[in-house]
């Protein structure tokens, strides 16, 4: 007999029923569903002990002292160890792995060529080493190479010749300056923050202007005006008309500073005029003091004087070797060429990304990124005492990684072996002061640690900190009048400090609008008018630093005339243009 | 080719024509499909919808179709229940339009959800305090019902008459049909309510937060009243639309005029029902949670006009014109006035799920915008289309409506006595 | 019995965001997909910008940082869920959220009024590498659901683990600090148990400054924000239009 | 006829019948060999060792779990008995200072926190209790993970395996009342 169709159905009807009363169907469900649990392509977070490191973070001079909580050896989470950190150094442990860090480079060609330029050296030609964070031991090797070489010379930033004691203050009046916003230690800052009133000048309502008691929006490249009128240095009417403040305001500050002792006037770079200010507010020695440094070994003595790049004579840098692997301000780049050679100068740049100087140099060499780097910090601007702090490597720097010390020792012929441990070594030596460990919090006296002990100390995670220095005697207040600059259509005025920053703060400028992201700016309603603008335009925008393409958003806080921009490597303030695409 | 198919003493186009008629539908369906499947492949990130908007085209969708879709167990109820015999005359049609409009709606909930995978966990977890475990139940629950409420339509089916023990099956499924219809009653309006719950039930959204009876918000009770109101009304409009489409008389005015009776009635109900819920609101329930209720309506383009649309143009009007039996008597008017009802009901439903989520909450919200992406567009589509196909080939095979074959009859004896009259003269 | 709850000085708060990038850190969310934005990405806490609708230079700003409110009484995303992925612990009165349960249909983000909510719209990636310094304490959750502040769960485990393992019935509240709280360099935000009168966070939630989101929506949020300016307080309060320019950055 | 039509009716039935109970089990797990066949048995005797000595905890309070290849090598630097296993894990792993890739068929998926400080310190909760007698064992338990889950079947799985699926947990937790929420036991 032949099997029909409805024989199949029927059979097919049998298996069907059956199959319900087997376990397979409803498993088959229930496993598509677990399976969405592990969706492919989600990472799993590697599982092993918890263990605790301790370093400092080298991102920005402030140096905090960091708790790494770490999975084997791989730090996962990073912790202020006095307090908590900025949003950079709570995510630095990223950096290594930023999809822009630079891994590769040609180190023996750039090695070659920089001997060679240096052999053919003209005799007026120099050698020079750009170093955007003077006051490191490393400086000083840089230093002391460059003593090595024939017309070697070692540039630096202008560094604030005092640094300031916020816990004395009572009044402090900010010229610019991002108190509360990474100029300093936050976790400083926020501990004296109580302790004295804060009077921030400023074209923006930035952070700092925002939880300033009080906010004086001042014109643009007004601060000097401002602080020599309250010298007394420049007419008040005059210095009203500049900032575009009332007479009334200016001289009911300077009362207030002059009554509400003691007094601490700051701007980012503690020029000269707000140092002699300050003196002659009476603040020398109680909020404001020379800045103090660690002892360095004798030897070192011999080390090439710092130098201003306005003092190096134009076109006579044959070889640049600039190191941003420790980033600080940077030096506007047009400022720099000038004082290159017109035929082909050599410039190397030691750095983690492209980004910076990376744009203008023949060799780009991968220096290591933060947790990774063997370094120390110079003393912050809020270190009354001296200090030694290192960063530490929390994990192991990869291969084919430069480090810029030893290239540039090398390029002298300067044998640097481990000039850090020579420092610690040095200020062991002197006796002074105390090593402050983070584990367990406990202070000795340098006395009572042997040299090795101090360095191994000094590596685990710990500080030494010296004696505070006396003042001395107090500069003479000889201000510099402030140049009457024309002040342009649109000023273009840094929004952040630039610093590298990991993947997982686009949190706080994609995700959310609380920072300023890399391709936004922001301006007044009426002068984003002027610009034919409205918010979310797209624009671009041309400053000293280039052109680009941004995103426009509307902020009432900005002073007219102004667009507030986030500020890369190379970025300063200055003329800008924004105009709709 | 497909005579056999159809319905004996019944006209339909040929088959070449049919083709044609579906053709774009089906190319409209494939497109809709196609997006359908790129929200699940590749996520929701292919909607425009985001945090803020957690819900969209989609949902507003959903509580639409269903409104309209109620026309199903309404019918069903005064038929069955209140043995309003007149509307036998309609009653597959309601059916295959429920039909299509259910399962259009939960196939947009599938796509609309992130983890499709896990849909049976509503079912094998159920949170009883969710309005949306409610909704889920009565869907899937009503939908099975409704299928089997079709399968006799299907069944009746010229061809498939021929297989014997199908005949016996659909006579014994009559016999179900007043449960049916009973369980299906409880079970739409259970969860045309609960769809009205969903927001109605939103304490942090005190635009649309509602306070009621029980565990019920009053919107409970609005979205029952509402979409009793335009079940009638959509199945007035789809039959004069099926009407114009085929060319041809499918049901004697009267059947309409009473479906547009009974809606014009209940929508009269339902503006007076949503009148004092909004007065309530308003003085109430919206100032208590902190709300002044003006403010909801200074947010631009979301003016007082909106709700004066709702309840005066899309409500009360068409409410007086159904209700006014020489106005009901002219099918322009009847069906206009349905059509009203019907954009009444979805604005009701916009307002209830879109204009919500688009009010700041918090004093440093902004007031949001959301355009649904194409994929969105797409998805919504294809829920037409597929509800147009289902409708035509239903019409097309199965005998939506039972008195189409007589009205035919008459109209074919008219013509023979004329001719008859005629050729007396001469 | 404990009821968790935080306390948050707006005149503190200086909006730098360690907070938001600590609590990433912490929780492994992931950076953002190119295609985010304001209103697509994953904040659990979420630092807005709020100002007193001055124009310059009378404009005044505060930075007011927003994460799931913890909500006690009828809990507005809890009930909403079909599938029991929302569920109020008695015993901290913690908010979980189950992404393992949750089927990604949003009912609680549209349920909840301060916007605490996140839904993942991307399947979460880091960059080549970085998945190394995800935290084993926190499970990644997947494309499709719905994720929001636990007050760091994880630490809350690893608290409770720590006490038993020295054989202490309760925990030591020095253990069990959220990771946004820690990472705070303002010291702005408090963390505690509002149970406890004693602890820093109750004393602040009982100053006649402080004040909570959108109160009169009886949701009893567990957050308690203070400020002395009376301009700061109006956020507490629905929106007025026209009330304060709408912030437009942050 | 019909009754022809009721046989072919049952026997689809049974095939399916046969199919899912019997067939099923063995296609959706994926079986993995242990890198080594360890006896518990033979190290409870020999070396009279308890668990903790080589499952220990950490200061933390956190599970250090199958211990690491020094352990092992504490004892098995060189060959301690005669038997072609221990020769074999030497050779293996000893002495190339190669970790054994264990196949931890208790491992618990990424989303479940589990704390053995909190069962074993404060609820005084036996190993054999979630585990069975693994340690009287003389063979390790072949690791059986889902095709499709991906979860080993201890986790997620048939009876008669030792109680580690959520299920057994729950019913433990209400035995005991210690069921508040979700994420008292989900991370």
């Not at chain 2, 021929?162 to 659909?170: G, I, K, T, W």
């Not at chain 3, 709850?5 to 965001?17: E, K, T």
Request: aromatic share 10%; with cysteine; proline share 7%.
């Amino acid at each position: 007999m032949t099997t029909t169709r409805r024989d199949l159905l029927r059979f097919a009807g049998g298996a069907a029923f059956g199959a319900f009363l087997t376990p397979a169907p409803w498993r088959l469900i229930t496993d598509t569903a677990l399976w969405s649990e592990n969706w492919p392509g989600i990472p799993r977070p590697a599982r092993g002990e918890i263990r605790t490191k301790f370093t400092h973070c080298s991102l920005c001079p402030a140096g905090c002292a960091v708790r790494a909580r770490c999975v084997g050896q791989q730090p996962v989470a990073l912790a202020g160890v006095f307090g908590g950190l900025c949003p950079f150094g709570v995510t630095a442990h990223h950096l290594p792995y930023h999809p822009a860090r630079l891994r590769q480079g040609p180190v023996k060609e750039a090695a070659a060529a920089v001997a060679a330029a240096i052999a053919k050296c003209g005799p007026r030609e120099r050698v020079a080493v750009l170093d955007l964070r003077p006051g490191r031991t490393a400086s000083w090797t840089y230093r002391r190479a460059m003593a090595g070489v024939r017309n070697g010379t070692y540039i630096a930033p202008a560094q604030p010749p005092v640094s300031v004691n916020l816990a004395n203050a009572r009044t402090v009046l900010s010229l610019g300056a991002p108190l509360l916003d990474g100029w300093c230690s936050p976790a400083n800052a926020f501990a004296a923050r109580d302790r004295f009133r804060l009077i921030q000048a400023e074209p923006v309502e930035s952070r700092t202007a925002s939880l300033a008691d009080t906010w004086l929006p001042i014109r643009t490249g007004s601060e000097q005006a401002l602080a020599l009128s309250l010298a007394g240095a420049l007419d008040t009417r005059d210095a009203a008309e500049r900032t575009g403040l009332a007479e009334r305001q200016i001289v009911d500050l300077a009362r207030e500073l002059k009554e509400n002792g003691p007094a601490l006037v700051i701007d980012c770079r503690m020029s000269q005029n707000v140092v002699a200010l300050n003196v002659d507010l009476g603040s020398w020695g109680r909020t404001i003091v020379p800045r103090p440094e660690a002892p360095v070994p004798a030897a070192w003595k011999t080390a090439a004087p710092p130098a201003e790049l306005a003092a190096v004579p134009d076109g006579s840098i044959r070889v640049l070797l600039i190191d941003e692997s420790a980033p600080g301000e940077y030096l506007p780049w047009n400022e720099i060429q000038k004082k290159l050679v017109s035929g082909n100068p050599l410039v190397v740049a030691f750095a983690c990304s492209r980004e910076g100087y990376g744009q203008h140099a023949q060799f780009v060499l991968p220096a290591a990124a933060f947790p990774e780097v063997t370094d120390d910090l110079p003393a912050a601007v809020d270190a009354v005492a001296p200090g030694f702090r290192l960063a530490t490597p929390l994990i192991p720097a990869p291969d084919g990684l430069v480090n810029p010390v030893d290239f540039v020792a090398g390029v002298a012929g300067l044998a640097a072996p481990d000039a850090l441990r020579q420092r610690a070594d040095a200020i062991h030596a002197s006796g002074k002061g105390k090593l402050v460990t983070y584990a367990d919090g406990k202070s000795a006296a340098v006395k009572e640690v042997k040299a090795d002990e101090f360095w191994k100390a000094l590596n685990a995670g710990a500080c030494w900190t010296g004696d505070a220095a006396q003042p001395g005697r107090a500069p003479g207040r000889d201000f510099s009048p402030a140049a009457e600059a024309a002040v342009p259509a649109l000023t273009a005025v840094a929004a952040e400090l630039a610093i590298a920053d990991s993947p997982l703060m686009s949190k706080v400028y994609q995700e959310s609008n609380l920072r300023l992201g890399p391709d936004r700016v922001a301006m007044h309603p009426r002068s984003a008018r002027e610009c034919g603008v409205e918010d979310g335009a797209k624009a671009t925008l041309e400053t000293s630093a280039g052109q680009r393409r941004v995103e426009v958003m509307i902020d009432s806080g900005i002073c007219p005339g102004v667009v507030l921009v986030a500020a890369r490597p190379g970025f300063e303030p200055g003329q800008a243009k924004v105009v709709r695409i | 080719m497909d005579k056999e198919f159809i319905t004996r003493g019944v006209k339909r186009c040929s088959t070449r024509q049919f083709v044609l008629w579906i053709l774009p539908w089906f190319a409209l369906l494939a497109f809709g499909l196609f997006s359908a499947g790129l929200c699940l492949v590749k996520g929701l990130n292919q909607t425009n919808m985001d945090n803020r908007f957690a819900f969209g085209l989609w949902i507003f969708l959903d509580l639409t179709v269903i409104a309209l879709g109620a026309g199903a167990f309404f019918t069903g109820f005064l038929l069955y229940i209140l043995k309003l015999h007149e509307l036998r005359a309609v009653i597959n049609s309601a059916v295959v339009i429920g039909l299509v409009c259910y399962s259009g709606a939960v196939a947009v909930l599938a796509v609309g959800v992130g983890q499709p995978l896990r849909f049976w966990f509503t079912f094998w977890y159920p949170n009883v305090h969710s309005m949306l475990t409610e909704v889920t139940f009565c869907i899937t629950c009503y939908l099975t019902v409704l299928m089997i409420e079709y399968l006799p339509v299907v069944l009746k089916n010229r061809k498939l008459r021929q297989v014997p023990s199908f005949l016996v099956f659909e006579f014994e499924l009559h016999k179900l049909i007043y449960v049916l219809a009973g369980v299906g009653t409880f079970l739409s309006f259970f969860h045309q309510g609960s769809l009205g719950g969903l927001y109605g039930v939103l304490r942090g959204r005190p635009f649309a937060f509602r306070e009621g009876l029980a565990i019920w918000p009053s919107t409970f009770f609005l979205f029952i009243l509402s979409a009793a109101a335009v079940g009638p009304s959509f199945i007035v409009l789809t039959t004069w639309l099926a009407e114009k489409i085929s060319r041809k008389k499918l049901v004697r005015p009267q059947v309409l005029q009473l479906l547009g009776r009974i809606s014009g009635l209940l929508l009269a109900f339902y503006v007076l029902a949503k009148t004092v819920d909004t007065l309530v609101w308003i003085n109430r329930t919206s100032p208590d949670s902190g709300f002044p209720a003006v403010q909801y309506y200074s947010w631009k383009p979301f003016g007082t006009w909106i709700l004066f649309a709702e309840i005066v143009v899309f409500g009360l009007i068409p409410a007086m014109i159904l209700l006014a039996p020489r106005l009901r008597a002219r099918s322009g008017w009847l069906v206009s006035a349905a059509a009203l009802a019907c954009c009444g009901v979805g604005l009701n439903r916009f307002v209830q799920t879109v204009q919500t989520l688009a009010l700041p909450t918090l004093s440093f919200d902004k007031f949001l915008s959301y355009y649904p992406s194409w994929q969105e567009v797409g998805t919504f589509l294809a829920v037409v289309a597929f509800g147009v196909l289902v409708y035509s080939f239903s019409f097309r095979y199965f005998q939506l409506f039972p008195e189409e074959r007589e009205l035919q009859m008459e109209v074919v004896q008219e013509q023979e006595k004329e001719q008859l009259e005629m050729a007396g003269r001469f | 019995m404990k009821r968790y709850g935080m306390s948050i000085d707006v005149d503190r708060c200086n909006g730098c965001g360690a907070c938001m990038v600590a609590c990433a850190v912490e929780n492994n969310i992931p950076p953002a997909h190119q295609g985010a934005n304001d209103r697509k990405g994953i904040t659990w806490i979420r630092v807005y910008r709020v100002d007193n609708g001055e124009d310059f230079p009378d404009r005044r700003s505060a930075f007011v940082p927003v994460l799931c409110q913890q909500c006690g009484e009828h809990t507005p995303c809890a009930s909403v869920c079909p599938q029991q992925a929302v569920d109020v612990d008695p015993a901290t009165g913690i908010v979980g959220q189950m992404p393992e349960r949750c089927l990604g249909c949003r009912y609680c983000m549209a349920a909840c009024p301060y916007h605490a909510r996140y839904f993942n719209w991307w399947d979460p990636a880091w960059p080549a590498g970085m998945e190394k310094t995800l935290n084993p304490d926190v499970a990644l959750r997947m494309r499709g659901v719905v994720e929001k502040c636990n007050f760091c769960h994880g630490r809350w485990h690893a608290a409770k683990q720590r006490a038993a393992a020295a054989g202490k019935k309760d925990i030591d509240p020095a253990d069990y600090v959220p990771a946004c709280v820690d990472a705070c360099p303002t010291g702005a935000i408090r963390f505690g148990d509002l149970n406890d009168s004693a602890t820093a966070v109750a004393e602040d939630a009982r100053k006649p400054e402080s004040f909570r989101l959108l109160e009169k929506l009886h949701t009893d949020p567990k957050i308690y924000y203070r400020s002395k300016k009376d301009w700061v307080k109006e956020i507490a309060s629905a929106p007025r239009p026209g009330a304060r320019k709408e912030s437009l950055r942050g | 006829m019909k009754i022809r039509g009721k046989i072919l009716f049952l026997a689809g039935a049974m095939t399916a019948l046969g199919a899912g109970w019997a067939g099923f089990p063995r296609v959706i797990y994926r079986s993995r060999p242990q890198p080594v066949d360890f006896s518990h048995k033979v190290h409870a005797e020999k070396a009279g060792s308890q668990c903790e000595d080589c499952h220990a905890f950490r200061d933390d309070g956190s599970f250090a779990g199958i211990p690491a290849l020094d352990k092992c090598a504490g004892c098995h630097a060189a060959a301690m008995g005669t038997t072609a296993a221990e020769k074999n894990f030497i050779e293996q792993y000893v002495t190339p200072q190669r970790e054994p890739q264990w196949a931890a068929n208790a491992r618990q998926p990424e989303n479940v926190y589990f704390s053995h400080a909190v069962h074993v310190k404060r609820g005084q909760v036996k190993c054999e209790q979630c585990h069975g007698p693994q340690g009287s064992s003389d063979r390790l338990p072949p690791y059986q993970v889902d095709r499709i889950s991906g979860y080993s079947r201890d986790i997620w799985g048939a009876g008669g395996r030792p109680g580690m699926t959520m299920d057994d947990c729950v019913a433990c937790h209400q035995k005991q009342g210690l069921e508040h929420s979700c994420l008292d036991c989900h991370k």
